[in-house]
Each structure stands twice: as structure tokens, then as C-alpha cells.
DNA sequence: ACGTAGCACTTTGGTAAATGGAGTGCTAAA
DNA sequence: TTTAGCACTCCATTTACCAAAGTGCTACGT
């Protein structure tokens, strides 16, 4: 499929108006642009259509982009934007506020970025059932109670409450922390839970009297660590209802709903899964979140671990202005970490 | 105001058909229920609504209850209901796996409860500014990553990944976090780092080589603390679109619109504080939340801390059903607690 | 004094018809 | 290859209309 300069034109211009207005583009509208009658731009459109790049949306309407033809947009029309110096100034004053964990910076930048597109930020941390274990810390809260934390080679940190069922003297604490210790470090997260079972429990029983209750605190507390997800791939969600006011959702409930269900669910999860490192866009059926939208998304890396920020928006997205945002954010953490 | 008993039975009837049906109640169909003439009950009707206990929707429309309405029969009509097996059976299995921490179970719980009653469920978790430090440790991850880990006395545990600007070595990190610890153990963690600037920074200095890089590195993770709300007050949301199908949102996208934007907010926080310690119930404008939902809620306590637990759901919520659902987990986590 | 039958009146909600406008496809001419 | 012109299509909005549901009020009976 080959377009000449005036169907590539045209097709910018369509894609554009439409991601302004959101409604249907017709040909009269556009003669004085490319300077044609409003007829050679119903023959061009309807060559279009024919490629698949348009639509409409009854058979007198004007033309709306394809799933298709917002592809080829993005692939081969749009060019990246320069970032206004509005939108790098409020981005800049985060990156430049020393005293934020950059953990918290990404976050904050990306809920800034959804207010200024109005679309909604996901921020995915990085997936630490993959991480090994480097170290466990027990602290004793009272008699009976402790805090245990499992710190991971990337930083990662988990901890649970743990109530025992008897007192437990201390020295039988510590020494059953360093068996642990001693067997464990290393390990992945998502198998401590069996290698406890399977290497600790035997050798607990052996060396510590109260074995039983103790045993049954580690195991519990290890036990929640691979059973948790909403700890594994911790993700934050801003501005959910700013998509809500996109004039193709705004009146119809029903696909509200929908939507609104989708992030309700931890499931998004699933559906931003990262990638290569470059920007993706998927663009309606292209996401396994909803045909409705467009995900557009990156990883990141930074010095404890990776993880990935996403926008989703209507299909008529600002595509360049949304790439030039991400991209400024992606620099930044490169920078910073 | 004062309702003889036929008022009383009739203000039952309508309150508990419109929150079945969400349809304006008439008076021909409770005649028969109260064995006497429509007009007859449109007389009581009459009445009721001079009492600012019945609506109408338009001239001619059968009742529906108001705010006051809601608030007469929740006070002084409504019978808490018995829970059906079903539903205790569902949360049952929640309480009696014994491997769940507490604070999961009660989320846990909650995410049923949103399941069975279609209304969103909120978990408050405890304000841990109120918590005193109990213990500090720090854990190196390589050369010049620490992790710095503060435990509270009611065991609420918050990290935070430092990242020092020279390689500090490992003899002058411990005596500074020993330093820290004799001087912080039992400050408030809101005032920690107020107590870092102007008590540990002085002494610092005098005792260690590299002051100002670990000073540096401890106070913007203990800045962190006090400044990152979503830590301080951790909240757990479920089934946020549930309610959009109850039936008087489901057509109304402004509506809908509008209470999703009102839980994208973290404004949730601040409008679900919790009170005294029974179960209250904030009818419509009662509650800061929005004026079209009840918001029903208790307090619990638990070994560690306290919180809140809440529903969200229209006007017409199944009062007697959620009070006997809340009920019932508020007395099954004194149990486990 | 209370209850009720009857009736006129109001509002809703749904369906049908009428109308204007925006936009297309096609044809024929430049 | 472009364009003017025209017939046609579909949408959106308005208007009209009707049946259903329900009310308030009046007048009558006990």
C-alpha cells in the first residue's frame, strides 16, 4: 500500500482533526487545506477507506481513522513533537526535587503527565518474584510477636507480622533466623515457600525445641510472600476518571462501565505487560486491555530493580505529544539512576 | 413527629420495595398489604411526605424515601437481619484459614462483602504517624546502596532504598545508625525528621568521617516518611464498579462520572475517618463522601494498630444485610485479634 | 371522624412522523 | 485529472400523540 504526498497529507489531516474533535471529518472542510474541490477529496477518501485507513461511521458520514489508519499514522506520518515548555517545566520541577526517592518521582511524574493528557497512568514496579532472597531480619515486637522482613538482591523489601501461638525464648528465635538465613539466601522468592517445607523444616526440628510454633510463624509469613500478587507486582493507578470525559465515552454508559470494570480489576496487570525498551503503542485490538483504547508504554530501569510506566487513552490519543512526555520521563530516570 | 403504626408499617413497606425494585412506589400495590383503599394510603402518603419523609419524583409518581426517610427507618424501623448461611459461609472460609495474616483476611473479607452486596469496600489501614519509632536498621545492598528500614512500636515497617553519593564505609554507616537509633527510638514518626535536623545532625558531625553524605542520605528517607501519604494511611479499595450498575446510575454516565472521579481522589481518606466505634451509617449529605451514597463503617482495633473498614453504595442500600455482613467481621476479627 | 369510591388531572415514556442539514457517490463536462 | 452539480442517504432534532401509572380532591357512607 502505497499513498502519494496528497493521501499522506490528507490522512494527517483527517487523524488530526479527528483526535482534536472527535467527530467525523468531511471532505469540504478540507479543500482549501490541500487546496482541491471538496469532490477530489471524496475520491482521495474514498481510495482511503478502500486501504483500510478510514471509515465511516453510516454512509453519509464524514471519515473517521481506522484502527488501521491511526497505525500507519503513527508509523509513518506523525513525527515526535517538541515538548512545550509548559509541560517540561511541571516535569522538571519533579525531577529536580532531590529529596524524592526516584521510586516516587516516576510516580509522580506520570500522575502529573495524566493530568496534563487527561489520560490514565500506570505504573508497573518491577516483578519481584524473580528476585532472590539476600537476607532476613527478625524483629521481636513483644513477647510474642514478631516482625520478620526478607530483603531481596534487588532491593526489594517485603515483611510480615507474625503472631506465635506460645512465648518462644529469644536464643531460639535467633538461632532459628540464622538456619533460615543460612539456607535460604539465595533463593527465589517464589520458591521459599517449598524449600522451607521441604530443606528448613527438618533441619528446624532438629536443632530448635520449639520447632513446631515457630515453624508454622516462618511458614506462614514466607508463605504470603508468593500467594500475595498485589505485593509482587505492586502498580499504581492516577486519573482513571479523567478518561471519562472524552467526548466518545461521555455519553455512553455502558462503555463506561466497561472500562471503569477493566481497571477495577487487577488484571491491567497482566494486559501492560512490558516489552522491548523502546516506546510501544498498541493501538485498539493491538492491547489486551480494551479494543477502545490505545496503551502506549516503556520500561524502565534504574538502579533497584525495572518496571514499566504506561498511559492508556482513547485511540484518538495525542500520539506525539504522549511520546514526547514519556520519552522526557524516560531520560530522566536513565539520568537519575 | 410522631407515625401511628400504619404509618410506620407503610414507611417499612416503601422504603424496603424501593430498595428492592429503585422504582417509585405506588400507592395500589400496598393496599392490599395493609388492607385498606389506595386512597386510603395516599392519605398516609400525604402525610409521610409532609413529614419530609417521602419524595416525589414528579406530580404524579408514587413515592420514593428521602434522605429523612432513609434515616427514620434506618433509626427506628429497621431490624438488623440475621445473616443468610450462604453469606457466612462464604466469609467463614475466609476466617478460617489459618494461614492469612489478619490484615489480609480482613481485606479479604471485604473484597467479598463488595462481591455479595455489589457495593465498593474500603480498607483503612492505620495512620502510622501517630506510631512511635521502635527500631532502625539498615541493610548495605552493595558498595554505596543501603536499605534503611524503620519499625514502629504498633510493627508498622516502611523502607526506603538510599543511594549515597561516595562509597562510606561500613564501620562509620553502623556507628551512625547506631547514633540514630539512641536518639530517635520514641519520637513520633512525624516528628523524626524534624528531630534529625536539629539533634542527630550535630552529633553526627562531631563522630563521623562522612557526615555529610550519610546525613544527606538518611534525612531524605526519613523526609519521605511524613511526606508520602499514600504510606501513611494505606487504603485498599474493591469493587468500585459494582455500583455502577445499581440502577439508578446506570443510565446516567454525569453520575457515574462523577463518583468515580470522587474514588480516583484520595480524597476516600479523609472522608471515611472513622468515629466512634460502633457501625455508623452516613445517609447521603450525612456523609463527606457524596451526597447520592451511604457510607456505612466501624472502627476495628487488632493486635497492631486500628483502622476502618467501610461500603460504599447507593441510598438504597440493603441496610439490614450490611449491618449483619459488617457485624459479622467486626466480631470475627476481635475474635482472631 | 375516618375510610373509600370515583373522577379529573398530571407526568412519564415510548412511538411515529416531519424536517433540516451534513455529507456522500456518481456522472458529465472542462 | 479535476471539478461542478445533483440525487440520495442517514442522522439528529423536533413535534405530535397516546397509553399507563399515579396523584389529589371531592363527595359520600358508616
Redesign the pocket.
Known amino acids: 500500500m502505497v499513498l502519494n504526498k496528497r493521501q499522506n497529507d490528507l490522512l494527517k489531516i483527517i487523524v488530526e482533526d479527528y483526535i482534536k474533535t472527535a467527530r467525523?471529518v468531511?471532505?469540504?472542510?478540507i479543500c482549501e487545506l490541500l487546496d482541491?474541490?471538496?469532490?477530489?477529496i471524496?475520491?482521495e477518501?474514498?481510495y482511503l477507506?478502500e486501504c483500510g485507513l478510514l471509515e465511516?461511521t453510516?454512509?453519509?458520514?464524514?471519515?473517521i481513522p481506522s484502527e488501521k489508519g491511526y497505525r500507519y499514522y503513527v508509523d509513518n506520518i506523525m513525527k515526535p513533537k517538541e515538548l512545550t515548555g509548559e509541560d517540561m517545566l511541571k516535569l522538571q520541577t519533579i525531577f529536580s526535587n532531590n529529596s524524592l526517592m526516584l521510586n516516587d518521582t516516576i510516580i509522580r511524574s506520570m500522575e502529573i503527565i495524566s493530568e496534563l493528557t487527561s489520560y490514565t497512568a500506570v505504573v508497573l514496579g518491577d516483578d519481584s518474584s524473580l528476585n532472590k532472597v539476600s537476607k532476613i531480619e527478625v524483629v521481636p515486637l513483644d513477647e510474642n510477636k514478631l516482625i520478620t522482613i526478607v530483603i531481596t538482591d534487588k532491593g526489594h523489601v517485603e515483611h510480615r507480622n507474625v503472631v506465635m501461638e506460645k512465648n518462644v525464648p529469644m536464643e531460639e528465635i535467633r538461632k532459628t533466623v540464622e538456619l533460615i538465613n543460612n539456607l535460604i539466601v539465595g533463593t527465589p522468592i517464589d520458591e521459599v515457600s517449598s524449600k522451607l517445607e521441604f530443606e528448613v523444616k527438618p533441619i528446624i526440628s532438629q536443632y530448635v525445641k520449639q520447632h513446631e510454633v515457630l515453624y508454622k510463624a516462618f511458614y506462614n509469613a514466607f508463605n504470603n510472600f508468593a500467594s500475595d500478587v498485589s505485593h509482587e507486582t505492586p502498580f499504581k493507578l492516577k486519573g482513571t476518571s479523567n478518561f471519562l470525559n472524552e467526548p466518545e465515552f461521555s455519553n455512553d454508559a455502558d462503555k463506561i462501565r466497561k472500562i471503569v470494570s477493566k481497571f477495577d480489576d487487577n488484571n491491567i496487570v497482566s494486559s501492560i505487560k512490558e516489552e522491548d525498551s523502546g516506546i510501544n503503542i498498541y493501538i485498539g485490538s493491538e492491547n489486551s486491555f480494551d479494543d477502545d483504547v490505545t496503551v502506549i508504554k516503556t520500561k524502565y530501569k534504574v538502579n533497584d530493580g525495572e518496571g514499566t510506566i504506561a498511559l492508556i487513552g482513547p485511540k484518538r490519543m495525542e500520539y506525539d505529544r504522549v511520546i514526547a512526555l514519556l520519552d522526557y520521563i524516560k531520560q530522566n530516570i536513565d539520568k537519575n539512576s
Do not use: D
Not at 26 to 29: D, E, Q, V
Not at 58 to 63: E, L
Open positions: 467525523p468531511g471532505s469540504k472542510a482541491c474541490s471538496s469532490a477530489t471524496r475520491n477518501m474514498a477507506e465511516k453510516h454512509t453519509s458520514s464524514g471519515r
